[in-house]
Structures are given as C-alpha cells and as structure tokens.
C-alpha cells in the first residue's frame, strides 16, 4: 500500500502549458505540503494545508494554485509553465505539526 | 532568516565502517530535528527524529545527536552498509510553523563494498 502517491511521476511540457500534478494520502492524517527539489537536491516548502485549509504559503509565484479537496488530497496547478519551473515536486503528510512527514515519490516536472 | 545545513557535501566509507552525518542549524527557535534518507528517484524517508529536550535518541543502527549550545546535529550510521548509499538530509522545525520542514542541503553518502 503506498502511504502518498503523487501522479504522475514524470512529467514534460512546453513553457506556455498549464498542468496539474496530484496527490493523495492514506495515512489519515490532516497535513499535507507540497515541496520543490531543486537540481541542487535543495527541498523548500511551498505550501502546506490542514484539514483543507491553507496554512502556509511560501513565497511561490501565483502561477502555482494549490487545492485540496478533502484532507486525503492535495493537488498543486501551475499555470504559465516557465524554464524555471523544471524541477522535483514532493508531497508529503503528517499528523499536524508534532509529528515526522512522510513523502510521495515525487513528480519531475521538464519545461522545455 | 533560517538556514540548515551546508553545502552539499560527500561522505565515502568502507562496507562496514561507521558513518557520521553532521548538520548545522541557525534557527535557536527550533524544537524539533529530523533526518530523512533519499534514494536515486525516489522521496526523502524518515530516519530518526529527536525533540529539543533531549541530546541524544538511539534507533536501528542509527543514533542522533543534538547540541543546542552550538546548533549541531548529527547522524550515526552503525556498520555502515551498500544499502545505506544516498542523500542524507538533516530537518528542523520550529515550534510556531504549522509543520513546516527546513532542510538542509543533504550529504551523499557512498559506502563501497
């Protein structure tokens, strides 16, 4: 049983294109956050929501839409694709704050 | 602003030596530390953690240490095997941010047989 799937795992588009990468948690917890790799293996948090409700947001371009349509899913849109966007995007979950998160397998993202 | 870790160093060590990890951190507001492994293609797993209110915390083959004094952690790796090859990367949060991870930038880790 996978803990948190993302979809897809690969993912390659031309700048201009808007996409949607999602994810989904069977752990039962209420947190969920979206993270960016960089090509430096640098993780940072972009986003993090809690029973549905946005409770973090980083300094992201507005481009990035996140939502959450029950606490088990959290999917991130990006509008606008740019070069720059081209990275590893995790999600991850836990049990609120107190507790360790646990990460999908990611989704590379290409803009090309 | 916060900080953790450096820049991405490498580790190589012998088939069952012991390893250490070390990590730095700048946020004093942090209470919370944790260490995640990262495998070639695959999402960064959950090693061990440790809380602000202990130095030390012992798991399957691997120990942290916390020094709140100077802002360092570190992760032992008993014996040392192929398996544990990969990116290592240290965590911290603090106590008001919602759950919100601070990595540092990780250390490749490279065990030869």
Redo the contacts between chains.
């Keep these: 049983d996978t803990a948190?799937s993302q979809t897809p795992k690969y993912l390659v588009t031309q700048m201009g294109n808007d996409k949607s990468i999602k994810c989904e948690q069977n752990l039962g917890h209420d947190?969920m956050?979206w993270?960016k790799q960089d090509s430096?293996?640098?993780?940072?948090?972009m986003f993090?929501y809690?029973n549905k409700e946005l409770?973090?947001n980083e300094t992201v371009p507005n481009r990035f839409s996140p939502k959450s349509p029950d606490k088990a899913h959290l999917n991130l849109h990006i509008n606008s694709l740019e070069l720059g966007d081209s990275a590893v995007y995790?999600c991850?979950s836990?049990l609120?704050?107190?507790s360790?998160?646990?990460?999908?397998?990611?989704t590379r993202l290409t803009v090309v | 602003g916060e900080s953790v870790g450096l820049h991405l160093p490498t580790l190589s060590v012998q088939e069952g030596d012991n390893s250490i990890i070390n990590c730095a951190y700048s946020n004093s507001a942090s209470d919370y530390f944790i260490w995640y492994k990262q495998e070639s293609g695959k999402g960064p797993q959950f090693i061990i953690d440790i809380r602000s209110n202990m130095d030390k915390r012992q798991g399957q083959r691997v120990t942290v240490l916390l020094n709140k004094t100077v802002k360092h952690l570190s992760l032992q790796i008993a014996a040392t095997q192929p398996g544990d090859s990969a990116v290592y990367f240290c965590a911290e949060r603090e106590r008001t941010s919602y759950g919100k991870l601070t990595f540092g930038q990780g250390t490749i880790l490279t065990v030869h047989p």
Excluded: C, P
């Design positions: 948190v947190t956050y993270y430096k293996k640098f993780l940072k948090i993090s809690n409770i973090i995790f991850a836990s609120w704050r107190d360790e998160a646990f990460f999908g397998q990611g």
